[in-house]
Antibody, heavy 112, light 112 residues
Framework: QVQLKESGPGLVQPSQTLSLTCTVS????????VHWVRQPPGKGLEWVGA???????DYNSALKSRLSISRDTSKSQVFLKMNSLQTEDTAIYFC??????WGQGVMVTVSS | DVVMTQTPVSLSVSLGGQTSISCRSS???????????LYWYLQKPGQSPQLLIY???NRFSGVPDRFSGSGSGTDFTLKISRVEPEDLGVYYC?????????FGSGTKLEIK
């Protein structure tokens, strides 16, 4: 059974760094891509970036300078790090396996 | 960035009725590998998005045949027949052909 679960701090101060973890089960990270998608409260979906089965990454150009996605295949975990956070980064952050299976999402609020 | 324009913004459908949602992209979504990476998602209230259709017209696992996708190039349509109460929510189209991948702004479906 495929499962993805996001975890991380619910509250981050402005200008600080966000670190999120997506822990997966039921599939291999070396055979599947994992994407991050975010959704500001009451708004639509935004693709953040992806790590592909071979380990390469692609990022939303609007976020690229602040964003890093990596993984630990031995732990079946994918990591998102985003620095210089602003209030506009407040959103639910989802991880998804190639767009098919999704985690429940984690709410991140950027506020002092 | 590829702009995905969805219409209508909202619609109200009677139970058992039929409806369609249009999605137009600002560029052709035909990839150099010959595939068209156009997807349709439904996000039910308080839930993560769920994949309905991938690569224009392929139903994802477990998706009833009441949902069908069609189109090519820049024009795509999602049709929903025999609408049921669980179909309510926001429908998004999504392109995975050009970086950064982008979502439409969503179509909210209400049940009359």
């Amino acid at each position: 059974q495929v499962q993805l679960k996001e975890s991380g701090p619910g509250l981050v101060q402005p200008s600080q760094t966000l670190s999120l973890t997506c822990t997966v089960s039921g599939f291999s990270l070396t055979s599947n891509s994992v994407h991050w998608v975010r959704q500001p409260p009451g708004k639509g979906l935004e693709w953040v970036g992806a790590i592909w089965s071979g380990g390469s990454t692609d990022y939303n150009s609007a976020l690229k300078s602040r964003l890093s996605i990596s993984r630990d295949t031995s732990k079946s975990q994918v990591f998102l790090k985003m620095n210089s956070l602003q209030t506009e980064d407040t959103a639910i952050y989802f991880c998804t396996r190639s767009g098919g299976d999704w985690g429940q999402g984690v709410m991140v609020t950027v506020s002092s | 960035d590829v702009v995905m324009t969805q219409t209508p913004v909202s619609l109200s459908v009677s139970l058992g009725g039929q409806t369609s949602i249009s999605c137009r992209s600002s560029q052709s979504l035909v990839h150099s590998d010959g595939n068209t990476y156009l997807y349709w998602y439904l996000q039910k209230p308080g839930q993560s998005p769920q994949l309905l259709i991938y690569k224009v017209s392929n139903r994802f696992s477990g998706v009833p045949d009441r949902f069908s996708g069609s189109g090519s190039g820049t024009d795509f349509t999602l049709k929903i027949s025999r609408v049921e109460p669980e179909d309510l929510g926001v429908y998004y189209c999504y392109q995975g052909t050009h970086y950064p991948f982008t979502f439409g702004s969503g179509t909210k479906l209400e049940i009359k």
